[in-house]
């Protein structure tokens, strides 16, 4: 069974815990763990959490990038941890769990103050997406959600319009993917049409999916605390080291 995270925004230990609760409570066996962007690459907590505190992800996992990282570094960064977890880069297909998946980071609908200009998807991105056969690809995951599913705006957000990243329309024509994935909106959504199902994967601290075979998915409701922020992190977030976007203050 893969678990499906999303949104850690650096707070790396709550996906041991959900794994923790999918396995020692629910009593399933996870093979590994998919996060769906906004992950944290931001290279002082990687290396606190990782190298300094000594600590591994329970499962292999692998990730797409989100707007919340440090895309100047990512690259540098996911060869540094590449022990720690993989990154699935934009416009790639890889089989996890025996399902053929397309990864799809960044974002269009986000708090554009404090997001990289990086983040947003180009039009060469989508071209590289279209340009994959569709029959090489099961399962779409991209971290933000299609247009026109009808994701709800975040309260702040209203002014970026419908929610969902400019062609994406032309992704579920191509391909007609039996499941798409997507996180960023902190929302748990469903909904389906003649060829997908859509899954939208709430914050990591308030659970995760789980991903079992011939496309069964379940939306676990698992709150977990956040730990407070360091003076470290209000350090280099005050400096705008780092920008982990916090999503207690409703960042996506
Ligand atoms: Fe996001």
Avoid at 62 to 88: A, W
Avoid at 121 to 140: F, G, H, K, M, S
Avoid at 217 to 224: A, R, T
């Amino acid at each position: 069974m893969i678990l499906i995270v999303s949104d850690t925004h650096c707070y790396y230990d709550t996906v041991n815990r959900q794994i923790e609760y999918a396995e020692n409570v629910l009593g399933h066996t996870i093979s590994c763990v998919i996060h769906l962007g906004d992950f944290g690459i931001y290279k002082a907590q990687l290396k606190e959490y990782f190298k300094k505190k000594k600590n591994k992800f329970l499962k292999p996992l692998y990730f797409i990038d989100g707007n919340h990282e440090d895309f100047k570094s990512l690259h540098s960064l996911v060869e540094v941890y590449e022990d720690y977890f993989t990154y699935l880069p934009r416009g790639t297909v890889h089989t996890i769990g025996g399902y053929r998946f397309l990864a799809l980071g960044g974002a269009a609908y986000m708090d554009s103050m404090i997001t990289a200009r990086e983040s947003v998807i180009t039009d060469q991105q989508i071209d590289a997406c279209l340009a994959i056969p569709r029959e090489d690809v099961d399962i779409i995951i991209t971290h933000d959600c299609p247009v026109g599913i009808g994701v709800p705006s975040t309260p702040g957000l209203e002014h970026f319009g419908d929610t969902g990243f400019p062609r994406s329309d032309e992704l579920a024509a191509h391909f007609k993917p039996k499941m798409w994935l997507f996180g960023h909106h902190h929302k748990w959504f469903h909904t389906s049409d003649d060829h997908t199902l859509y899954y939208g994967v709430s914050g990591v601290w308030k659970g995760f999916g789980l991903l079992d075979y011939d496309y069964h998915m379940s939306m676990i409701q698992n709150p977990v605390s956040w730990k407070q922020t360091t003076a470290l992190e209000r350090f280099f977030i005050k400096l705008r080291i780092i920008r982990p976007g916090n999503p207690e203050q409703g960042k996506i």
